[in-house]
């Protein structure tokens, strides 16, 4: 018997993912990537996403589309997790998101440069 196509999921998936992510604040380091990558602190994070856009950038240069994929998925974990230890919400990111629809890159170039003094 074969399996119904699986419906194409949708930015939903990352608020799923962030919900998954802060329920794994609390948990057990030594059984949970999630809670040791929380002990371990921000910077440990931000790092981690470093070194998976580096993988992921090497994957796409390279024209390996499943490979691309996957570390793309990785990349996107770790950047929720990011989000989720900055007190950055997806709803934040998707309402500036928002904001940028139909603003030209160069204009919104010129604006952020403009509000790096804000937080």
Excluded: C
Excluded at 102 to 119: F, K, T, W
């Amino acid at each position: 018997m074969t399996e119904p196509p699986m419906t194409a999921p949708t930015a939903h998936i990352l608020d799923n993912l962030y919900s998954r992510i802060e329920s794994k604040r609390k948990a057990d380091p030594e059984t949970s990537y999630t809670a040791k990558m929380f002990a371990r602190g921000t910077h440990k994070i931000a790092q981690k996403v470093g070194e998976e856009a580096v993988e992921t950038v090497i994957e796409a240069i390279r024209g390996k589309r499943k490979r691309l994929v996957s570390e793309s998925a990785d990349l996107l974990y770790h950047l929720t997790l990011l989000w989720a230890a900055s007190d950055v919400e997806p709803g934040d990111v998707w309402r500036e998101l928002a904001r940028r629809e139909g603003v030209s890159g160069y204009a919104h170039l010129g604006r952020e440069n403009e509000s790096d003094d804000e937080d």
